[in-house]
């Protein structure tokens, strides 16, 4: 339903509120899955890259549960009843989510036996699916793999009166199996785990002209009886655990926050069972075990019609030798040109702000950013924030040089980045004991921020370098995510990075800020003041134009402010990967906005921000997405960009999006998405044509010329 009321200046405005006006969160996070799944299905995709997005379908669907379903799951045992953004309480969430997962489960291993293992017979793999059907020389071979390497790692667990039904870590894959002793009827159940240290697939030998690929747990099944030789074996089924491992911690009750998130960390593995995988034909009575001593409803069961966890499919990825079934026309990231490695990199940075398009365009140059800094004598201080870091991480390697040499070092490591708790913490002890100053986090608040701040004396005076970007200090997804950063010694940024600084370590915070704008202090604000203003504009008759691209919007009152904005006449495309809790196409509400999202070879994790503002148009980029968290409970960072050439840059980045008709869907009217139809248009994939631009172009104004310029109010962004 939908009321007018007057606002301020005396004009109708329209308060939104449920009845069909907002998309359920957690459905339409499922509807990304589905994207992902849909590139599995797509003739076009090749072969490996659909094994790879089937199993990241698998990967995000383990997540999901650990996490959203849980969230679900404690609120609906706490007796929470409240409504969410679209007016579905926790239990009708729960309801609808669980049909959907059942329905996609089901797609999934579709895909899986009807278009994966076909098209891999044809090029030469076979899956094995019935060890019985090996022949002699490969059951040899695969029995003493079973003898040589599994045999000495398997621990076989009984349960009986003095062994209790055992602990079963959250996502392990596991054989239940029930056994009989060889001198009475009596069956016991029994279980082995497959051990995470060995490899998932075996291939074995080829000697037919076929390779042919072997699951652990179906080598562990056909030994089985080696493990419980005074036994006979009944039946023997893989089967895998999913639990609740959000961490749940008390900051006010905690003395030390890394302790207390050591601690839950520890209870993640045994959080309560909320799915239980099976594959199809598992035995009955088996079942019942499980689900009794597992306290697992019916709609909690999910049976497959094939391998458990389809992430070994990303092992099979990495199988030598197919390289012609993969992705091609990108090969790795560019160097970025205005930064030469025969430069000084300060040097480079006093000419003009540089902005990155990662991964076409290297990482490099900020690892290097922060290696020069910690080895240059005018360098006096490093400061930055860290969320999330590769295992092996050069930054943090650099940090600890820095600090060795005698800099100042201030570090904040987010140990509540979730699923990277533990790696953080062994970095945050590691650089503290390299005597940097470490922050862990902030009370209350996720540092999700990505920023980082040298300050260097030189012969004019202090000078502070600093770098903003989207993404994490993370070289290794840096490779995979899209992501954009800038390098500027600006002094008004550089006052600014001071400012979050003093204020992350103490309780500093300026009266006035130049250019960053902060969550959870004003950013929210900030932004709906931003859309609000191009609905006045569009009221004046002015040009009036938002162009938004992010992982995810659900905030209801920035979609609220959208629908004002649309309502009026404000042209508005949203670029959103995953959940996009808005709809597209209600008469009088949101004719004006469309909703499309890209999955391509990379995530598309970039946030920039594009408002008209009449005619003098403002580009802003940010760590944040428009959801409640992000906004009002973590400390984040927009800042805008300035620099005419940049504006070029990340204006080229949103119009390819926008025109992007191979791997972008577009929302439709009943809030679903489907692929874009050419109409005999060339074929643009914008994912592709960046990798090509940064590949061929050693110069920013070698980039696609063609394509680059400022908006000139274009129509045709709706395609």
């Not at 621990?155 to 596991?174: C, E, G």
């Not at 016991?188 to 690929?213: D, T």
Request: glycine content about 6%.
């Amino acid at each position: 339903m939908a009321t007018k009321k007057k606002n301020q200046n005396g004009q109708n405005s329209i308060n939104f509120y449920y009845d069909g006006y907002y998309i359920n969160r957690e459905l339409s996070w499922l509807q990304f899955n589905s994207r992902c799944l849909s590139e599995a299905k797509d003739k076009a995709t090749p072969l490996f890259e659909k094994m790879k997005f089937l199993s990241i379908t698998a990967s995000n669907l383990d997540e999901f549960f650990m996490v959203r379903v849980a969230s679900l799951k404690d609120m609906i045992n706490a007796g929470y009843k409240k409504p969410d953004i679209a007016g579905m309480s926790p239990k009708e969430q729960l309801e609808k989510v669980t049909e959907v997962v059942h329905e996609f489960e089901n797609e999934q291993y579709k895909v899986y036996n009807r278009l994966l293992l076909p098209e891999l017979g044809e090029n030469g793999i076979e899956v094995v699916r019935d060890y019985d059907a090996l022949n002699v020389e490969e059951a040899d071979y695969i029995d003493r793999y079973f003898d040589d390497f599994v045999y000495p790692v398997l621990t076989p667990m009984a349960v009986d009166s003095s062994r209790p039904f055992p602990l079963i870590r959250n996502k392990t894959l596991n054989i239940g199996a029930l056994v009989k002793g060889k001198d009475n009827d009596e069956m016991e159940f029994a279980m082995v785990q497959v051990p995470s240290v060995l490899p998932r697939i075996m291939e074995i030998p080829e000697n037919s002209g076929v390779r042919k690929i072997m699951l652990l747990e179906q080598i562990i099944q056909r030994n089985i009886r080696k493990l419980f030789l005074n036994y006979d074996i009944v039946c023997c089924y893989p089967f895998r655990v999913g639990r609740n491992a959000d961490l749940s911690i008390d900051e006010d009750e905690a003395e030390d926050l890394l302790k207390e998130i050591e601690k839950q960390l520890k209870r993640r593995q045994w959080g309560q069972a909320i799915r239980l995988e099976v594959e199809k034909g598992f035995d009955k009575r088996l079942l019942k075990i499980l689900v009794d001593e597992l306290k697992v409803d019916q709609g909690e069961i999910y049976t497959v019609d094939g391998p458990l966890d389809l992430t070994f499919l990303m092992k099979m990825y990495g199988i030598e030798g197919f390289d012609y079934l993969k992705e091609h026309g990108y090969n790795s990231p560019a160097p970025v040109p205005e930064l030469p490695l025969d430069r000084d990199i300060f040097e480079c940075i006093r000419e003009g702000d540089i902005l990155m398009h990662h991964p076409y365009e290297s990482f490099d140059p900020v690892v290097r950013f922060v290696e020069t800094a910690a080895m240059d004598p005018a360098v006096l201080a490093i400061k930055q924030t860290l969320y999330r870091v590769s295992g092996n991480s050069p930054i943090i390697a650099a940090l600890a040089k820095a600090a060795d040499n005698g800099k100042q070092v201030s570090v904040l490591v987010e140990l509540k980045a979730r699923f990277d708790e533990e790696n953080n913490i062994v970095w945050a002890k590691m650089l503290e004991k390299a005597g940097c100053h470490v922050i862990y986090g902030l009370k209350g608040l996720k540092t999700h921020s990505k920023i980082t701040l040298v300050v260097r004396k030189e012969e004019d005076g202090i000078r502070r370098y600093v770098h903003l970007a989207t993404g994490n200090y993370n070289d290794s997804t840096a490779k995979l995510y899209t992501d954009v950063g800038m390098f500027t010694c600006a002094e008004a940024y550089g006052e600014d990075a001071t400012a979050v600084f003093n204020m992350l370590s103490g309780y500093s915070e300026p009266v006035v800020w130049n250019k960053l704008t902060i969550a959870p202090l004003w950013l929210k604000d900030r932004i709906l003041d931003l859309i609000k203003r191009e609905a006045d504009h569009a009221r004046n008759g002015e040009p009036a134009h938002i162009i938004a691209k992010m992982n995810s919007i659900c905030h209801k009152d920035v979609i609220a402010a959208l629908y004002e904005a649309s309502s009026v006449g404000v042209k508005i495309d949203l670029i959103v990967r995953g959940i996009c809790c808005l709809r597209t196409g209600i008469p009088g509400v949101s004719e004006n906005i469309t909703v499309r999202s890209i999955v391509g070879n990379f995530l598309e994790h970039s946030r920039i921000f594009y408002f008209e503002n009449g005619g003098s148009p403002e580009y802003y980029a940010s760590s944040a997405d428009w959801m409640p968290r992000n906004l009002e409970r973590r400390v984040e960072i927009m800042f805008p960009v300035e620099n005419p050439k940049l504006r070029k840059k990340l204006w080229h980045i949103l119009d390819s999006e926008l025109h992007d008709n191979v791997k972008a869907h577009l929302m439709n009217k009943n809030g679903e998405y489907v692929k874009i139809t050419k109409r005999g248009a060339e074929a643009l994939n914008s994912q592709k044509l960046f990798g090509k631009e940064a590949t061929l172009s050693s110069k920013p104004k070698d980039i696609a010329e063609s394509r680059v310029f400022e908006p000139e109010y274009r129509d045709d962004h709706g395609l």
